[in-house]
T-cell receptor, first 112, second 116 residues
Framework: AQRVTQPEKLLSVFKGAPVELKCNYSYSGSPELFWYVQYSRQRLQLLLRHISRESIKGFTADLNKGETSFHLKKPFAQEEDSAMYYCALSLNSGGSNYKLTFGKGTLLTVNP | EAEVAQSPRYKITEKSQAVAFWCDPISGHATLYWYRQILGQGPELLVQFQDESVVDDSQLPKDRFSAERLKGVDSTLKIQPAELGDSAMYLC??????????????FGPGTRLTVL
């Protein structure tokens, strides 16, 4: 079965420290993966997608098919990065339609 | 900037009552999703519409849940009768086409349901 695992429910780092949020997936096909973020009192929003290979707000994520991982990294964490982060896997839901399967999320706290 | 609208934001109801949630997607978005998010979990897809048609409702408890998007624009999710285990955040999202990797899902603020 297709599954997304985020092993850490909580992650706490100090400002300026590197941060890595882990995501592992289980999928037999060619995966398309995303990171969504929810800041306090805001909506869930897309942070980045692996297909774009982009860096957003200093975050990057590399798809490692051998380890079936899509970890989110930032070299120097900022207090404003404190939020809930969800890893998501895109699955075909019929025809040309796709849906997202989310992990349980990791709450990142960046301390001053 | 256009946003997905949902109402109500909060709903408290008693077990066995009927509840309904409304969602207005971003104008022009063909795909609409309803998710349920239980505390401590990630969002779980309940139903996906492409225009007015249901594309995926495999996780929708059809004995008590129903969803419609009659004109392919706004949508209503109904629960009848509500059970204690239905207490959760109900999120609506929309995307332009529903295509993997190329499409962004935009989420609404959610409706927090509490069943007493």
């Amino acid at each position: 079965a297709q599954r997304v695992t985020q092993p850490e429910k909580l992650l706490s780092v100090f400002k300026g420290a590197p941060v890595e949020l882990k995501c592992n997936y289980s999928y037999s096909g060619s995966p398309e993966l995303f990171w969504y973020v929810q800041y306090s009192r805001q909506r869930l929003q897309l942070l980045l997608r692996h297909i774009s290979r982009e860096s957003i707000k200093g975050f990057t994520a590399d798809l490692n098919k051998g380890e079936t991982s899509f970890h989110l990294k930032k070299p120097f964490a900022q207090e404003e990065d404190s939020a809930m982060y969800y890893c998501a896997l895109s699955l075909n839901s019929g025809g040309s339609n796709y849906k997202l399967t989310f992990g349980k999320g990791t709450l990142l706290t960046v301390n001053p | 900037e256009a946003e997905v609208a949902q109402s109500p934001r909060y709903k408290i109801t008693e077990k066995s009552q009927a509840v309904a949630f409304w969602c207005d997607p971003i104008s022009g978005h063909a795909t609409l999703y309803w998710y349920r998010q239980i505390l401590g979990q990630g969002p779980e897809l309940l139903v996906q519409f492409q225009d007015e048609s249901v594309v995926d409702d495999s996780q929708l408890p059809k004995d008590r849940f129903s969803a419609e998007r009659l004109k392919g624009v706004d949508s209503t999710l109904k629960i009848q009768p509500a059970e204690l285990g239905d207490s959760a955040m109900y999120l609506c999202a929309s995307s332009l086409f529903g295509l993997a990797g190329k499409d962004t899902q935009y989420f609404g603020p959610g409706t927090r349901l509490t069943v007493l």
